[in-house]
């Protein structure tokens, strides 16, 4: 079965500041990978998908890459805004489930 | 284009009672799945729709059933509620379904559940 681990669990950050989210999974057999944002109470937003055949995603501020090999993922965050705190949810797509990471919660601080 | 939107959006109920939850889909999107999401379990799939057809379950409960209705509405339903069916539970849909290398889901704002 599929696991998907998300490090680190938490992260605090000055406004400006770029980072990186950290995803893991266990079972490289998967069609794509997902970057998802949560706001409290809220449901999931989209933000990227990768292809189990391509390398980085990008979409304005935010990069994502997938290292099926070593069962990676990142997600890179350039120029932080205050309004990307939110949890960050990565999830695996391997033939028709989607498992889930636990989150990473951000708060880029003003 | 209208979003998901699910119904109703908080809920109460005691234990032993049942529950139905509605989920309407983006137009023209045919899949719709379910999911549970709990502070000690994270976000876990419960299962998914296509064309009015249950194409794939997560691991739970004979408790937990769903339906879906040829307009790609879909609906939950959990009976003989436990403390631990307190969550967050959140319909996602997309054209085709999860099996497409290139299908995004789009999610709703979910239903919070509480059992007490």
């Known amino acids: 079965k599929q696991e998907v681990t998300q490090i680190p669990a938490a992260l605090s950050v000055p406004e400006g500041e770029n980072l990186v989210l950290n995803c893991s999974f266990t079972?490289?057999?998967?069609?794509?990978l997902q970057w998802f944002r949560q706001d409290p109470g809220k449901g999931l937003t989209s933000l990227l998908l990768?292809?189990?055949?391509?390398r980085e995603q990008t979409s304005g501020r935010l990069n994502a890459s997938l290292d099926k090999s070593s069962g990676r993922s990142t997600l890179y965050i350039a120029a932080s805004q205050p309004g990307d705190s939110a949890t960050y949810l990565c999830?695996?797509?391997?033939?028709?489930?989607?498992?889930f990471g636990s989150g990473t919660k951000l708060n880029v601080k003003p | 284009k209208a979003g998901v939107t699910q119904t109703p959006r908080y809920l109460i109920k005691t234990r032993g009672q049942q529950v139905t939850l509605s989920c309407s889909p983006i137009s023209g999107h045919r899949s719709v799945s379910w999911y549970q999401q709990t502070p000690g379990q994270g976000l876990q799939f419960l299962f998914e729709y296509f064309s009015e057809t249950q194409r794939n379950k997560g691991n739970f409960p004979g408790r937990f059933s769903g339906r879906q209705f040829s307009n790609s509405r879909s609906e939950m339903n959990v009976s003989t509620l436990e403390l631990g069916d307190s969550a967050l539970y959140l319909c996602?849909?997309?054209?085709?379904?999860?099996?497409?290398?290139?299908?995004?889901?789009?999610f709703g704002p979910g239903t919070r559940l509480t059992v007490l």
């Open positions: 990768i292809q189990s055949s391509q």
């Open positions: 999830a695996a797509n391997n033939f028709n489930k989607f498992y």
């Open positions: 996602a849909s997309s054209l085709t379904g999860t099996g497409t290398r290139t299908d995004t889901q789009y």
């Open positions: 079972d490289s057999a998967i069609y794509n």
